[in-house]
């Protein structure tokens, strides 16, 4: 009978060891976050007309493979609008969908070029989402495999006529991604027109300045890539999946 306690007893310990979820929950709770998704459905998203049942929830958490059937927007986004925020969120790519010819992006977001001026791309294998905010397109937190590392927002970063401080504040100091099929977590904090990333621990990006960012809007998950003619996925595809998302609002 001691045998068997002892070995309910670790057993015990080994669940809990390996499910630190409602631990998490409990503190988001007491430090005033609220639950964007429930573990169950996707109540409080609203689901692309005619998704056909791609973003979907699987074993708990937001599953999506990228192949959306919707006609016009295939991204998923909250029912309910956001201003300054903290945002917390798990994420994970699911496996790579081809290669892509990556180009070298420069700590002060430019790209690197060879002596006569062509960028310089990798071909390795990517895949590519983001958490849109307040609803803007241009304000996406990026997830990928290039080697900058996922938290840049390329709408801000990539345009050729972005001011230098502006490039510079919205690309990723160092990259704190950890391999393809395992959880990284964001935790995204907006005030006003400014943006800091947080990805597993490590800052990524620090009071980024977004001109033009809208005051409020929607939490976006998005949709990148899907079938191409040929049948096959793009090399740039969002197979992803999302859990324990929390917010905290600031206004």
Same mark, same amino acid.
């Given at each position: 009978?001691k045998?068997?306690?002892?070995f309910l ?6 669940m809990?060891a390996?499910?630190?979820v409602?631990v ?7 430090d005033?976050f609220?639950s ?6 996707l109540?409080?998203?609203r689901?692309?007309e ?5 973003w979907?929830?699987?074993?708990g958490?937001?599953?999506?493979d990228?192949?959306?059937e919707?006609?016009?927007?295939k991204n998923l986004?909250?029912?309910k609008?956001?201003?300054d925020?903290?945002?917390k969120?798990d994420?994970?790519i699911k =496996?790579?969908? &081809?290669?892509y @010819?990556v180009?070298?992006?420069?700590k002060?977001?430019?790209? *690197? %070029?060879?002596?006569k001026?062509?960028r310089?791309t990798i071909?390795?294998p990517?895949?590519?989402s983001g958490?849109?905010?307040?609803g803007?397109p241009?304000a996406q937190?990026n997830?990928?495999?290039?080697p900058?590392g996922?938290g840049e927002?390329y709408g801000?970063?990539?345009?050729k006529?972005?001011?230098?401080a502006i490039r510079?504040g919205?690309?990723p100091?160092?990259?704190a991604? =950890?391999?393809v &099929?395992q959880w @990284? ?5 907006m005030?006003?027109?400014? *943006? %800091? ?5 490590k800052?990524?990006?620090e009071n ?5 960012v809208p005051?409020?809007g929607?939490i976006?998950?998005q949709?990148h890539?899907?079938?191409r003619?040929?049948?096959k996925l793009?090399p ?6 999302f ?9």
């Amino acid at each position: 009978m001691k045998r068997q306690q002892m070995f309910l007893a670790a057993t015990v310990l080994l669940m809990v060891a390996a499910s630190p979820v409602p631990v998490r929950a409990q503190g988001e709770q007491e430090d005033g976050f609220v639950s964007l998704f429930n573990g169950k459905d996707l109540r409080g998203w609203r689901v692309p007309e005619g998704d056909n049942g791609h973003w979907k929830v699987v074993d708990g958490v937001i599953d999506y493979d990228a192949e959306s059937e919707a006609k016009g927007d295939k991204n998923l986004w909250t029912e309910k609008e956001y201003g300054d925020f903290i945002l917390k969120v798990d994420w994970r790519i699911k =496996r790579t969908s &081809g290669l892509y @010819n990556v180009p070298i992006v420069l700590k002060n977001g430019s790209y *690197l %070029t060879d002596a006569k001026g062509r960028r310089v791309t990798i071909k390795m294998p990517n895949a590519d989402s983001g958490i849109f905010l307040r609803g803007f397109p241009r304000a996406q937190v990026n997830i990928w495999c290039w080697p900058i590392g996922s938290g840049e927002v390329y709408g801000y970063r990539n345009p050729k006529d972005a001011p230098a401080a502006i490039r510079a504040g919205v690309t990723p100091q160092v990259n704190a991604d =950890r391999p393809v &099929g395992q959880w @990284n977590r964001f935790v995204i904090i907006m005030i006003q027109d400014r *943006l %800091t990333v947080i990805l597993n621990d490590k800052m990524v990006l620090e009071n980024a300045r977004l001109p033009g960012v809208p005051d409020r809007g929607p939490i976006g998950l998005q949709h990148h890539g899907g079938r191409r003619k040929d049948g096959k996925l793009s090399p740039a595809s969002s197979l992803m999946q999302f859990r324990n998302i929390w917010i905290k609002e600031l206004d």
